[in-house]
């Protein structure tokens, strides 16, 4: 397998370890409670057009465009929606996955791989 020197010099994680991983699957099975649930705006009505590749299983972004009806000379307007995962709804603050996503800060997409802030359990899934 190819080996990215500047991840090796870097120190960047690519992997997740074993406790990483159960937490992410047990996390993804039985979600916790949605502390912010009421807060919430439900858009799911509207079309969400993804901004990653076609290819790609983190889909964590999109946009959507509304319109809006109005009675004056244009007669409608548009509203541009950005849809962003939010993953401080599944993960807790100061968890193990916490604290391992601060480190990585982000996903890290190469050439020839990703690696994920998240265990793909969570980033393919509920953080999609």
Not at 35 to 42: E, I, P, T
């Amino acid at each position: 397998k190819h080996q990215n020197l500047d991840l090796l010099r870097l120190n960047v994680p690519t992997i997740f370890g074993q406790y990483l991983e159960d937490a992410a699957i047990e996390i993804a099975s039985s979600p916790p409670a949605d502390l912010d649930q009421a807060s919430r705006l439900d858009l799911t009505h509207l079309l969400a057009f993804a901004i990653d590749e076609a290819y790609t299983r983190e889909i964590d972004d999109a946009l959507s465009v509304e319109i809006l009806k109005t009675d004056g000379p244009m007669h409608s307007r548009q509203r541009l929606w950005v849809h962003i995962a939010d993953p401080s709804r599944y993960i807790e603050l100061g968890s193990p996955l916490d604290i391992s996503a601060r480190r990585r800060a982000s996903s890290i997409y190469l050439p020839t791989e990703t690696i994920p802030m998240f265990p793909m359990s969570l980033a393919s899934g509920p953080l999609s």
